[in-house]
């Protein structure tokens, strides 16, 4: 039970950190290249949650999947 909690923990941080990637999108129509975009969002940490989230989702699924194996 704790690995769902625990995945859904990682679904709310990609979750909230695929967000903060699209809302930055529109610093793009003010006149910022798709390389300045990507400057912008690599000093964010809030856009590192994505990463975050789906790493911890891939952990809890692979240990979800190791137990119900048995």
Do not use: R
């Amino acid at each position: 039970m704790i690995y769902v909690l625990i995945f859904l923990v990682g679904f709310g941080l990609s979750i909230s950190g695929g967000i903060s990637i699209i809302l930055y999108l529109n610093f793009i129509p003010a006149g910022l290249t798709i390389i300045d975009y990507l400057a912008i969002i690599q000093t964010k940490i809030e856009c590192y949650f994505l990463l975050i989230g789906i790493i911890i989702m891939g952990i809890s699924v692979q240990k979800m999947s190791l137990f119900s194996v048995k």
